[in-house]
């Protein structure tokens, strides 16, 4: 099991960034899956990021290629997505979750593959 918690949500106008934290403690392995997802008020929660806890590969949503970068300091367990040219659609709470039960199988956008999560952090960007 590992325990998921989120910071570094906030209001912001569009055009701005953010930089969300993601830290994870337990037995997550390198080539286990973190993934960022968002949900906004009424919509499903849909999949925006995700990559190896260490080492290369990461997957985007489209809506979010180009302006989202997804990254990891391993040594402080922590995953990062960074949001630029943030926009109001970009609005929800963003939650990281890891995929303990797949290794070294590619990092999917689907909620489904996710087994831990974190409470979440709003993120709301006004036009």
């Known amino acids: 099991q590992v325990q998921v918690a989120e910071s570094g949500g906030g209001s912001v106008q569009a055009g701005a960034s953010l930089r969300l934290s993601c830290l994870a403690l337990?037995?997550?392995?390198?080539?286990?899956?973190v993934g960022w997802f968002r949900q906004a008020p009424g919509k499903e929660r849909e999949g925006v990021a995700a990559?190896?806890?260490?080492?290369?590969?990461?997957s985007y949503a489209d809506s979010v290629k180009g302006r989202f970068t997804i990254s990891r300091d391993t040594t402080k367990n922590m995953v990062h997505l960074q949001m630029n040219s943030l926009k109001p659609e970009d609005t929800g709470m963003y939650y990281c979750?890891?995929?303990?039960?797949?290794?070294?199988?590619?990092?999917?956008?689907?909620?489904?593959?996710?087994?831990?999560w974190g409470q979440g952090t709003q993120v709301t960007v006004s036009s």
């Open positions: 979750a890891a995929d303990l039960r797949r290794r070294g199988l590619g990092c999917r956008l689907d909620r489904a593959a996710y087994s831990d």
């Open positions: 337990g037995n997550i392995y390198g080539d286990n899956c």
């Open positions: 990559a190896y806890f260490a080492g290369t590969g990461t």
